[in-house]
């Protein structure tokens, strides 16, 4: 079974450039979250999708973050314009239903704005 | 509000020592889940063990242990007889009963050397 895949894993952009991260969670996963590291801080909530419903999006720091999940299955994330302080690890990940499960992580984008 | 403490920034060994990485959270709910991930250099996080906050049961799997305390708020993970592949940042992560998202600690770069 594939595990969840991010696109890309490496993204170089200049400041006020559009960038996309893509998201393909576990195949019938529900809850698909995007967290964001930060230099070497810790990880951080960006917001959680149930199938392609917005269910928590109080991590999202500003207007410049869009998140999608159309047909909820995979989802694209767009910053644009993109800041310097944007720049960080992005990781995606996936839930089953049930309560009592974990999720499971890509690999992350680590993206760089110049 | 939910906090996960991970105190130790780096710790270095020499192969074969044993090393144990401290996790302190803080939470008002008396139903939660306790995780342990690793992240390897490859950059994904992987998944190492779930715990809720009703089973203060110690684990063992292989070469890594689990040490849940309610009393100090507090789930340690120690590995023994370290070895170069444990190599990895390792962070401690926590799930509240009436929530969805992950609150993470800062990581523990651990460095295994011969």
């Known amino acids: 079974e594939a595990g969840v895949t991010q696109f890309p894993s490496h993204s170089v952009i200049e400041k006020g450039q559009t960038v996309t991260l893509r998201c393909d969670p576990i195949?019938?996963?529900?809850?698909l979250y995007w967290y964001r590291r930060v230099m070497g801080k810790e990880i951080k909530f960006l917001l959680h999708?149930?199938?392609?419903?917005?269910?928590?999006e109080s991590g999202m720091p500003n207007n410049r973050f869009l998140a999608e999940r159309t047909g909820g299955t995979y989802s694209t994330l767009k910053v644009q314009p993109a800041e310097l302080e944007d720049s960080g690890v992005y990781f995606c990940?996936?839930?089953?239903?049930?309560?009592?499960?974990?999720?499971?992580f890509g690999q992350g984008t680590r993206l760089t704005v110049v | 509000a939910q906090k996960v403490t991970q105190a130790q920034t780096e710790i270095s060994v020499v192969e074969k020592e044993d090393v144990t990485l401290d996790c302190v959270y803080e939470?008002?709910?008396?139903?939660?889940?306790l995780f342990w991930y690793k992240q390897p250099p490859s950059g994904e996080l992987v998944f190492l063990i779930r715990?809720?906050?009703?089973?203060?049961q110690n684990e063992i799997s292989g070469r890594y242990s689990w040490n849940f305390q309610k009393s100090t708020s507090s789930f340690n993970f120690t590995i023994t007889a370290s070895q170069v592949v444990d190599s990895a940042v390792y962070f401690c992560?926590?799930?509240?009963?009436?929530?969805?998202?992950?609150?993470f600690g800062t990581g523990t770069q651990l460095k295994v050397e011969l």
């Open positions: 939470t008002r709910d008396t139903t939660y889940y």
């Open positions: 195949s019938g996963h529900d809850n």
């Open positions: 715990r809720n906050s009703f089973d203060e």
């Open positions: 990940a996936s839930r089953g239903a049930h309560w009592d499960t974990e999720a499971f």
């Open positions: 992560a926590l799930r509240t009963g009436g929530g969805n998202k992950l609150t």
């Open positions: 999708f149930v199938k392609e419903s917005k269910q928590d």
